[in-house]
């Protein structure tokens, strides 16, 4: 048998003792092949002169030449400037920290070699503060045949210290001491050079290779460990799943009459995808074991009318519904829909949220405890121990990524007190990009809503300054006095729900002053429930033809005949959210606007956001846009989940991986199952954790 590396302590090596060890430990860092798997975050090539005519903006590089002028500068912060030449082009040092011993030793004549970044100073190219040497006439650079590694480090840990023991490390690996998990017939097939040779190069590239190539992380051996890294995420998802797949849930055999009625009632018929993505439900619900589905469709698509007909195929067998959705707002729109389709059949709607108290609040618990409601609504109340739910067995959360992992987990518990697991079907217009679909969504089921109802106009949008915010006001106007209604959205100036509210507040009152004629309603989160479902109503019926409001808005809500909408501070907000804003408008016959009020100036990550907004209002595009500009955790809100703590993926950069992960993942899975348990604890040591989220 032998010693594998990852069973020698980090103390085994040279240098180390158990403060040292504690240093390591910060960084996760406890045996030799934690080392191993530490790898650089960059590389610097010293390993050559470079002549000054070629060097780059931005490059790290070793120089020589001649001293050809040392003088202090004094400009806006004192410093020293010291000229160099060598035969093809000058160059200038530049310290603001210097002695004057450093003054002297620079002076006119004198060979230094130094390394450091190019930067473009008041005197053309400049490196601050270089690393620099005085080396005599003929001292000839030893070079070295390798590039040198930087490594994340901690408080009290040298890059010379870590070099040396990743130095230590790799003088022990061999092909035996560090198992190679991913068996050769995988690693043939998806072109994978083994494990310990990775490694190997990892810790230090030869010269020759493609500098740029190795950040962007392209390289076969970067590719090589974010392959087997993704593997395990992957492995550890389809674990979850299977496992999740063997729980019991009530078994619903077919769509049954309420679903016929429901149909027969509404003024339209269902279009050819919702009609599918039905399908799809109904076989999750026969198979007697849990549905997790998530259905997306972008804003407007129809995902109610696919949420209300599967929840009434289980209530036709028995039991019971609750539907979740994220703000009140959205949840009183669901409440209203439902209601309004379910009660003529014979239906009870029960109403659940935070701000219900008293005795309309006992009442309500009672009916979802005793089973009288069929169907309830509300906000994540509805997770509150306080509400015990008759037979749920159908769970359906609205606009997933606004809710933690963790609060579905919490609901799913609700139901397991009768031996079975609810279904969950999980509805998002933030459409999943497929670097998200594969990492935490892998373990739902997924169904897309691909068609929009007839009679949609595309929304055409505007890119304003605030500068012309009249221009803005008149527009308003003109279109309310043609009979169409507008919205008027304004966002999160600072991060505090009681300032966006006070600017709503504000603005309302502003626009009422200039707009004297219009009949001017305000929404915002601080309101009673009555007072914003009484708004809502009043605006849905067009008394209100202006509807002043915070994000509050931002999800569900659905007034056809309103075809403007004004967004102020627009670059605040993330692209999905403004997505989601203007799939408000756009729902009926009107061709519809949305004006975006900017506040100038702008940056370059507002300009590029907004012209995204301009170019597509392709929901897909969007979110793939917005998780490069924002990254994945705060796209889904599942950052405290652990999901993205990659060592060395990045799913951004390696999706071109992700098919062929997904293929390899389920060719181990099948064929190789002995490698899973041993992929799993190298790259995700506390997977269980997660287990069933
Ligand atoms: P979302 O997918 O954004 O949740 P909704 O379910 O709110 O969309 O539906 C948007 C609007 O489209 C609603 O007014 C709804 O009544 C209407 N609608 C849904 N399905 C159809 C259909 N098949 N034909 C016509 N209108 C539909
Ligand atoms: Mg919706």
């Given at each position: 048998m032998i010693d594998g590396l990852?069973?020698?302590?980090?103390?085994?090596?040279?240098?180390?003792g158990n403060a040292m060890a504690e240093k390591l430990a910060k960084l996760h860092l406890h045996t030799v092949q934690d080392l191993l798997f530490h790898l650089p975050i960059r590389y610097q090539d010293r390993t050559r002169v470079v002549p000054i005519n070629l060097l780059r903006f931005g490059d790290e590089a070793v120089m020589e030449g001649q001293v050809i002028g040392c003088e202090i500068k004094m400009g806006k912060r004192r410093s020293l400037l010291c000229r160099i030449k060598d035969h093809t082009g000058t160059l200038c040092l530049r310290f603001f920290h210097f002695s004057a011993a450093q003054k002297n030793q620079l002076e006119q004549g004198k060979r230094i070699r130094c390394f450091g970044e190019i930067r473009r100073g008041s005197s053309g190219f400049e490196i601050y503060h270089p690393e620099y040497k005085i080396i005599d006439e003929n001292g000839i650079h030893t070079e070295s045949a390798q590039l040198t590694p930087i490594y994340p480090l901690t408080e009290g840990l040298t890059q010379a210290k870590i070099r040396q023991l990743c130095e230590q490390a790799l003088e022990r690996l061999t092909p035996y001491n560090l198992r190679e998990w991913l068996p050769g017939d995988i690693r043939t097939q998806f072109s994978l050079p083994p494990l310990s040779d990775a490694i190997q190069f990892l810790h230090h590239p030869s010269r020759e290779v493609d500098l740029e190539q190795l950040r962007l992380g392209s390289h076969p051996a970067q590719y090589r460990l974010s392959f087997e890294e993704l593997m395990a995420h992957q492995l550890s998802l389809i674990g979850k799943r299977v496992q999740a797949k063997q729980d019991v849930a009530i078994k619903v055999a077919e769509a049954g009459e309420l679903s016929r009625r429901l149909l027969e009632q509404l003024p339209f018929s269902p279009t050819g995808a919702q009609q599918r993505v039905f399908q799809d439900v109904l076989t999750d619900l026969a198979t007697g074991h849990p549905m997790l589905r998530l259905v997306q469709g972008d804003v407007g698509s129809g995902k109610t009318l696919v949420a209300a007909l599967a929840a009434a195929s289980v209530v036709q067998a028995g039991y019971q519904v609750a539907i979740m959705a994220p703000t009140e707002i959205l949840a009183e729109q669901h409440y209203i829909n439902f209601s309004q389709w379910f009660e003529p059949l014979g239906l009870k709607v029960a109403w659940m949220t935070g701000k219900l108290k008293g005795k309309t609040r006992e009442k309500e618990l009672n009916n979802i405890a005793s089973g009288a409601a069929q169907v309830i609504v509300g906000t994540h109340a509805l997770f509150q121990d306080t509400v015990d739910f008759d037979r749920l067995a159908l769970a359906i959360i609205d606009e997933q990524h606004r809710f933690g992992v963790h609060q579905r987990m919490a609901l799913r518990e609700k139901g397991m007190k009768h031996g079975f697991q609810p279904h969950q079907l999980i509805m998002t217009a933030t459409p999943i990009p497929r670097t998200l679909a594969m990492s935490a969504y892998a373990n739902l089921d997924c169904s897309i809503i691909d068609e929009l109802p007839p009679g949609r106009t595309p929304v055409n949008t505007i890119v304003v300054s605030d500068q012309r915010r009249q221009e803005v006001i008149d527009r308003v106007k003109n279109a309310c006095e043609e009979g169409k209604q507008a919205y008027w959205v304004c966002t999160l100036i600072e991060d505090s729900e009681a300032l966006q509210c006070q600017a709503a507040e504000d603005t309302a009152i502003l626009l009422q002053e200039q707009l004297s004629d219009l009949s001017i309603g305000l929404v915002h989160g601080r309101l009673k429930s009555q007072e914003k479902a009484a708004i809502m109503a009043r605006f849905k019926a067009g008394d209100i033809q202006l509807l002043v409001a915070t994000t509050?808005?931002?999800?569900g809500v659905d007034v056809p005949n309103s075809s403007l909408m004004v967004i102020e501070n627009p670059e605040r907000l993330g692209l999905a959210q403004l997505h989601q804003l203007r799939g408000r408008v756009g729902r009926g016959k009107a061709a519809s606007h949305c004006v975006l009020l900017y506040k100038s100036p702008l940056g370059q990550q507002g300009k590029e956001r907004l012209s995204t907004m301009r170019e597509t209002s392709d929901g897909f595009k969007i979110a793939e846009k917005d998780l490069e500009l924002r990254g994945p955790g705060e796209l889904l809100g599942t950052r405290q989940t652990g999901l993205w703590e990659f060592k060395v993926a990045d799913l951004q950069r390696d999706k071109a991986l992700l098919d062929d992960v997904q293929r390899a993942a389920a060719q181990l899975y099948r064929h190789f199952p002995e490698c899973i348990s041993p992929l799993l604890s190298r790259w995700l040591p506390n997977h269980d954790q997660y287990l069933n989220v």
């Open positions: 990852d069973t020698q302590d980090v103390r085994e090596l040279k240098g180390v509050v808005i931002e999800v």
